[in-house]
């Protein structure tokens, strides 16, 4: 596989993370300190990490 395809996946796999977190009100990881953040949210951080 391909790193965008890799990557692709990751940004699926945290969406999913995120909808579990908000829609039914789980905290995934109580004590990890685990803050997912919002799809716009992680969008932007990705581009800006790839512009770096």
Known sequence: MS???FLLLGVIAFYALYLVKTRLGIDIF???GLHLPGP???V???IAKVRR
Do not use: C, D
């Open 3 to 5: 790193h965008v395809a």
């Open 30 to 32: 109580p004590n990890g």
């Open 40 to 42: 716009r949210s992680l």
């Open 44 to 46: 932007r951080r990705l």
